[in-house]
């Protein structure tokens, strides 16, 4: 038992010393919000590959999460719109043929990234 409980200690030690190297244990970091479209035809598209080449630097490889809210605040998920794409790995795409009213609102978006990724960003 004591055995085990020093290799458990151990390995406890060594991978507190190693997760700042790794970047593991960092909280996550939202970007800051990003609206490079608008709802002209075809509809609102806020593309992460898009995004990244035009804000180089400011959104890590592989966003954890997405976050969409319509320019004034509202969330995509209380709009009652329908989305043809959200997705962290993807980005937001609204279409305004899938909408009843013909038209998206306009929205901006946003990614959760791990902190202090650097090595992670474009």
């Not at 490079?36 to 592989?62: A, R, Y």
Request: charged share 20%; proline share 6%; with cysteine.
């Amino acid at each position: 038992m004591m055995k085990l409980l020093i290799i458990v200690l151990g390995a406890a030690m060594l991978l507190s010393f190693m997760e700042p190297m790794m970047g593991v244990g960092h909280p996550p970091c939202w970007t800051r919000w990003f609206s490079s479209d608008n709802p002209d035809e075809p509809g609102d598209i806020e593309l992460l590959v898009e995004l990244t080449h035009q804000f180089k630097g400011d959104i890590c490889h592989k966003p954890m999460k997405i976050q969409v809210e319509t320019v004034d605040g509202v969330p995509a998920n209380k709009t009652g719109q329908i989305f043809h794409l959200y997705s962290n790995t993807g980005g937001f795409i609204c279409r305004n043929d899938q909408q009843g009213s013909g038209k998206c609102l306009d929205y901006k978006v946003r990614f959760q990234c791990q902190c202090n990724s650097k090595e992670h960003l474009y």
